[in-house]
């Protein structure tokens, strides 16, 4: 395996850049240990011990740092190790790792955010939140249908909460204000009847 780029990060890590073009981050002490240089050979034997030993053990040691914060999803993970320019190979088994113990299930994430958040959010909003934080579609859809029935979930009660709590007077809105007022429940992710079914029972309960 060639080395063809060594690339400082700080005064204590670099990167190594080898010909199949992967990269790996090192601190400078152990590029000297191996004697890796750029324009020169990493043996295999060196390699693999980088990859399972030394990288794979400071991956796990990153992942439980980050967990120790609060619960986190796979893509989370993810994000953080390819920040930190992990190999792919070891990223996916720090990831193995997480999960044959449970530090990390995505499922349970998702069924844990709809029960904390569906007496606030739209079901659109909390499919967009946990898809932003890295959870496949098909885990989202089974969370959804295990926990939204079971949670009692209501859009009209909560856009009706989401209007008191804005001190929305619907005796005294004008158009623009009512239509402001729709905007910012639509881009909340509640639907366009739902809203109107509310401010209607509104303006008959005034």
């Known amino acids: 395996m060639y080395v063809t780029n060594i690339e400082e990060r700080d005064k204590r890590k670099a990167v190594v850049y080898v010909d199949s073009g992967e990269k790996f981050p090192l601190y400078k002490g152990e590029i000297k240990k191996y004697g890796i240089k750029e324009q ?16 794979l053990k400071r991956g796990k040691e990153r992942a439980m740092h980050i967990l ?15 920040k930190g320019m992990y190999p792919k190979q070891v990223i ?36 967009e939140k946990l898809r932003q934080r890295g959870i496949k579609r098909d885990i989202i859809d089974d969370a959804m249908m295990e926990t939204m ?3 009692g979930y209501d859009a009209e009660s909560i856009i ?6 804005r001190k929305y007077d619907a005796d005294n809105a004008d158009i623009k204000e009512k239509n402001r007022m729709i905007s910012y429940l639509m881009r909340r992710g509640f639907k366009y009847d739902d809203i109107l079914s509310v401010l209607k029972q509104c303006y008959q309960t005034d």
């Not at 120790?68 to 390819?82: F, S």
């Open 40 to 55: 020169g050979e990493l043996s295999e034997s060196d390699y693999r011990f980088i990859m399972s030993e030394v990288l």
């Open 68 to 82: 120790q914060g609060a619960d986190k999803t796979e893509g989370q993970i993810r994000e953080k190790l390819e």
């Open 92 to 127: 996916d088994d720090v990831i193995d790792f997480l999960m044959k113990y449970d530090y990390i299930n995505d499922y349970n994430y998702a069924v844990s955010y709809i029960r904390t958040y569906s007496n606030s959010q739209s079901e659109r909003l909390m499919r």
């Open 149 to 151: 029935e079971k949670t």
């Open 160 to 165: 009706s909460s989401i209007l008191q709590k």
